[in-house]
């Protein structure tokens, strides 16, 4: 079309006049803050290209929130991974497509650099065979029935508690169920793993808010750093920061040598975390010290009265009703339970013996960078089957999830036999344990190591 005539026509006259393709400075629509300075809020890059946001966000299939969490990012490592076809869809972009983007501002995933190469030939592959073995890749009908049993349990305890009175027991069931929608429920949703349609996954996603998360944070945490640049010091927030060494490259002090045993006494405590202090992520819009897309001010405007209803449902209303010691300890019961069950699937995961560091040394300009899909692998472990995969939202299932985040857990026990065959055929490792014991045991042995001391290396 004209649109698209024109933006060739641009490109080649700067190539004419430049010689060489050079960024321009980003012309701001929606106000806020960005980490890379070659961006506006509004605006996106894919591969080498700047493009429209706002704009393409009225547009997009998938619905327009699902993808307005990338504005003012470097998204081309979660296009790829998000989508299962092999290359840009550049025909529907074109008309969105601004200027050239320039060299990334330095060597960070929030300054717009991707520690890996993206989209290699045998990622490409690889998405040929899992589309052949799974050519529906969202929710079927066990989906829909397990997380409808979830909610209606998880609501008739909250209901049962505040009617009759509050009992350990309770609370603690409680709990798990929670975890289990965090797990088995919003996980899903808020990969846009649910449905093709935006407002289906909007819907269910939300039940991260329900639980006191919000699922705005979380794909900010999630699917815009942590599973773009997995294990990457610095860029993922799994992995970074100073109360537990999870990296070679993360300051050593002396109270890590004693990390392998009070990391697992921490985790109950993370729902404080979610409940309180991000609160102030939300209101400040920075989460994991990199800015919230101003495109989504409006989900943290949502998030931020779902999280009001929250502390009232869950703390305010409770401790009214049955002002007592014993309910507030129903209550931390309930939210320790869930910390517990969410933060472990979730350390064990990407911390175990052998797990593969990304970076080397501090200084990312020695870094030579290797296909993303292969380090997806080598930083992930899968552990059990489909039984636990039941309980566990498919988190068991760490390396196929971090290869295909936007295939429904459901499918994973057929994902598994197609990616071990590729890694096999690529010589890569594949880390499986039979058991969830093997794998929290090795955890274990990983931190233990990381805490050693400051010379510490993963153990092979």
């Not at 102030?280 to 994991?288: G, K």
């Amino acid at each position: 079309g004209k649109t698209s005539k024109s933006v060739l026509q641009t490109h080649r006259r700067m190539c004419r006049e430049g010689g060489a393709v050079k960024a321009q400075l980003p012309h701001p629509t929606t106000p806020g803050k960005t980490s890379d300075p070659r961006l506006a809020a509004n605006e996106v890059i894919l591969e080498d290209w700047v493009y429209d946001l706002e704009k393409f966000s009225a547009v997009h299939p998938g619905g327009a929130e699902a993808v307005k969490l990338f504005g003012g990012s470097n998204a081309t490592a979660h296009y790829f991974m998000l989508h299962q076809h092999k290359e840009l869809r550049t025909k529907m972009l074109m008309p969105y497509r601004l200027r050239p983007a320039g060299a990334p501002a330095g060597p960070s995933a929030r300054e717009g650099d991707s520690a890996f190469i993206l989209n290699s030939p045998a990622y490409q592959a690889l998405k040929t065979r899992v589309r052949a073995a799974i050519p529906n890749q969202f929710a079927t009908w066990e989906w829909y029935v397990k997380a409808v049993v979830i909610m209606s349990l998880v609501c008739y305890l909250e209901y049962s508690s505040v009617a009759h009175g509050f009992n350990l027991a309770k609370s603690l069931i409680l709990g798990v169920l929670m975890a289990m929608i965090g797990l088995c429920i919003q996980h899903d949703a808020n990969h846009g793993a649910v449905s093709p349609k935006g407002w289906v996954n909007r819907f269910w996603g939300y039940t991260q808010d329900w639980i006191g998360g919000s699922a705005l944070l979380w794909q900010h945490h999630h699917v815009l750093m942590h599973h773009a640049e997995t294990n990457v010091d610095g860029d993922d927030p799994d992995i970074t920061g100073d109360i537990v060494r999870f990296h070679a490259l993360t300051n050593w002090s002396p109270s890590h040598r004693f990390q392998a045993m009070y990391t697992w006494f921490l985790l109950p405590l993370l729902p404080l975390k979610w409940h309180f202090v991000e609160t102030f992520d939300l209101i400040n819009m920075e989460h994991m010290g990199r800015p919230i897309s101003p495109m989504s001010a409006g989900e943290a405007n949502i998030a931020l009265a779902f999280r009001v209803c929250f502390l009232l449902r869950f703390y305010a209303l409770p401790l009214y009703l049955y002002p007592s010691l014993h309910t507030l300890l129903c209550i931390v019961a309930c939210f320790g339970a869930g910390g517990l069950y969410l933060g472990m699937n979730f350390i064990i995961s990407h911390n175990f013996e052998g797990v593969k560091f990304v970076l080397s040394d501090s200084d990312r300009t020695k870094h030579t960078k290797r296909d993303w899909a292969f380090e997806q692998v080598e930083t992930s472990s899968t552990v059990g089957g489909r039984v636990l995969g039941f309980f566990h939202g498919g988190l068991n299932y760490q390396i196929e999830h971090h290869l295909f985040p936007r295939i429904s857990h459901v499918h994973y026990h057929k994902l598994r036999p197609v990616v071990e065959q590729w890694c096999k055929e690529h010589k890569l490792r594949y880390s499986y344990y039979d058991t969830l014991p093997q794998n929290v045991a090795s955890c274990y042995r990983h931190l233990n190591n990381m805490g050693a001391s400051s010379h510490a290396k993963a153990a092979s």
